[in-house]
Every structure is written in structure tokens, then in C-alpha cells.
């Protein structure tokens, strides 16, 4: 079955050690998303690429970077992770011009 | 003032039951509206959409959007034990989704 698939699925990492969360899709979308959701909170969308195309959301800390090597992998990285990046991770992908997003499970992220 | 906004509930009714869900919203460019549906540990998956004010029906689900209203709802017939789980709504403007913070719903044997 096409998915949408996350590693690791929990991930405890300590205070500022960089951390990397990776997404892979079977879809062959041109576009994934990666949220942030806290406890009880809406997601947030971080930052999304349009094929190769990296774009940001303006509230989105510096200390969060992405990669996208090819379509089907996108990663994550955390630079140096506070106890308030503790939250669920999820990567979404969509085709071009399509309504639906389709998500991964999610990483749940612990810093201790 | 946040761009969506859901009751968080928690909302639990007996099997059987109506529920009702409901999202107000501020932002007039938002296009499409929708409904997904997490299970614990799990992520969103979608349940329905829609493009523009009225009512759509998908087997037990019903959307109604009230545009001018800026009011949106989710029901679903005769619930089931198994749609315990927490409803997010979500609206789209361009390539983004604004979502509510979701109301978890339990349904009770």
C-alpha cells in the first residue's frame, strides 16, 4: 500500500543534541509538509517543499532545518533541541493541486 | 485570536448517539474545509471536505459549512465505539492547512 511512513516513531534526544526525524512516502507526491503538535494543540506547519522548492513559515525557529534529497525523503533536523520542542512530528505529502494532505504517523519527540 | 478555533471537549456519548463538532473561523480565504480523524498514536487521516457553503453527506458523516457564519460542523450518525478518536477540522487557503486543536470524542459501549 502507497504510505507515508516516519522513524523513528519515538525519539528522546537530550537538551541540545541535534536530532534528526526522517519521512519517506510511496506516493510519489511533489509535495510534503512537516507539523509540529503539541499536547492537546493544533498542528503547526513548520516548513513545506514544492518538489525541490524549501519554503519556511515565518514562525518557524532557526533551530529547525529540513532536507528533501529526493521526492521520496524528507528529514527534519533539530539543531539543539529545548525541553519546549517536545511534540508529536508529523510529515505530511500531497500532489500537486490536490486537497488532501496524506500524513505519516508521527515521531512523538522527548527532551530530557 | 487563533484562525480556527475547536471546543478541545472532551466530548462522550453512549453508542448510538449523535455527536456534534463544531469549528469557528477568521480568516475569509480559506477555501476548503475539512474534517480529519486521529487515533491515539496515530496520525490525521481524512475524513471529508468540502469547497463551499451547504451540506455533505458521506455514509454516517454529515459536513455542513456556514460561510457567512464563518461556522463549520461535523456530525455523525448512530456512533460507534470505534469512531472514538480525536476530530480535527482544518481549512485550506493556498497550499496551507490552518487546523483546530481537535475534540476528543468517546463512545461509550
Known amino acids: 500500500d502507497a504510505m507515508v511512513i516516519q522513524n523513528p516513531r519515538y525519539q528522546v534526544t537530550q537538551f541540545g543534541k541535534p536530532v534528526t526525524l526522517s519521512c519517506s512516502q510511496t506516493?510519489?507526491?511533489?509535495?510534503m509538509y512537516w507539523y509540529q503538535q503539541k499536547s492537546s494543540q493544533a498542528p503547526k506547519l513548520l516548513f513545506h517543499?514544492?518538489?525541490?522548492?524549501?519554503?519556511n513559515e515565518a514562525d518557524t525557529p532557526d533551530n529547525f532545518q529540513s532536507r528533501r534529497p529526493n521526492t521520496s525523503f524528507c528529514f527534519l533536523d533539530i539543531r539543539s533541541p529545548g525541553l519546549g520542542d517536545a511534540a508529536m512530528y508529523l510529515c505530511?505529502?500531497?500532489?500537486?493541486?490536490?486537497?488532501?494532505?496524506?500524513f505519516g504517523p508521527g515521531t512523538r519527540l522527548t527532551v530530557t | 485570536q487563533k484562525e480556527v478555533e475547536q471546543d478541545p471537549g472532551p466530548l462522550s456519548v453512549p453508542e448510538g448517539a449523535i455527536v456534534s463538532l463544531n469549528c469557528t473561523y477568521s480568516?475569509?480565504?480559506?477555501?476548503?474545509f475539512m474534517w480529519y480523524r486521529q487515533y491515539s498514536r496515530k496520525g490525521p487521516e481524512l475524513l471529508m471536505y468540502?469547497?463551499?457553503?451547504g451540506n455533505k453527506e458521506d455514509g454516517r458523516f454529515t459536513a455542513q459549512v456556514d460561510k457567512s457564519s464563518k461556522y463549520i460542523s461535523l456530525f455523525i450518525r448512530d456512533s460507534q465505539p470505534s469512531d472514538s478518536a480525536t476530530y480535527l477540522c482544518?481549512?485550506?487557503?493556498?497550499?496551507?492547512?490552518?487546523f483546530g486543536a481537535g475534540t476528543t470524542v468517546t463512545v461509550r459501549a
Open positions: 505530511a505529502t500531497s500532489g500537486s493541486g490536490e486537497v488532501e494532505q496524506y
Open positions: 506516493l510519489n507526491h511533489n509535495v
Open positions: 517543499y514544492y518538489d525541490k522548492d524549501f519554503n
Open positions: 480568516n475569509s480565504a480559506f477555501q476548503y
Open positions: 468540502t469547497y463551499s457553503s
Open positions: 482544518a481549512m485550506k487557503d493556498d497550499y496551507k492547512l490552518s
